[in-house]
């Protein structure tokens, strides 16, 4: 079969046409308010904790939650955001994300673990569902790439989470 230039076809499924001009849904926005306010939660504990140990922890927490905004935004602008599947899949993530905002003042304290079962969950959760919902779709074959990375990546967030103190700079010897 021989393709014509010029004719759009439509793919069925979850994939959106990337001819068509693509607009925000309203759960796509809601997403980017609630990491807004994780934005804004950073914020606040780097001002709680203004050194080098601080600015440190939160980077690796902006890190963390740009990776997962960053995935999730590519999903909804690769997919048709519309579709139910879609927006109940940012939905879970939104919470997550909100899972997410309550720990980032004691993450690298006692709620250590809930951030890294929240991050863990969401990129697994992620990956896994859209390896399913795309089976049949040639671009199925991504998120499913994705999941070992993301197994992979587990293991560092759960140790980190597992350690009972955190690292600090070793203290200054005693003066005579």
Not at 41 to 54: E, K, M, V
Not at 63 to 77: F, G, I, M, P, R
Not at 166 to 171: C, E
Request: charged residues 15%.
């Amino acid at each position: 079969m021989k393709k014509r230039v010029g004719v759009k076809t439509k793919r069925p499924g979850l994939v959106r046409d990337l001819g068509q001009p693509k607009q925000a849904t309203y759960v796509e926005l809601f997403f980017d308010v609630i990491y807004i306010f994780i934005l804004f939660r950073l914020s606040q504990a780097l001002l709680n904790r203004l050194d080098w140990t601080g600015a440190y922890q939160t980077l690796i927490l902006l890190l963390a939650v740009w990776w997962v905004w960053s995935y999730t935004n590519l999903v909804t602008d690769t997919l048709d955001s519309r579709l139910i599947h879609i927006q109940l899949l940012v939905i879970a993530t939104m919470f997550g994300g909100l899972l997410i905002s309550t720990t980032i003042p004691e993450a690298f304290e006692q709620r250590g673990m809930l951030f890294a079962i929240a991050y863990v969950a969401i990129n697994l959760g992620r990956s896994s569902l859209l390896a399913i919902a795309l089976r049949r779709d040639p671009l199925g074959c991504r998120p499913l790439r994705a999941v070992p990375w993301f197994v992979v990546s587990a293991v560092p967030w759960i140790a980190g989470a597992l350690v009972d103190e955190p690292a600090s700079s070793p203290s200054p010897s005693p003066t005579r």
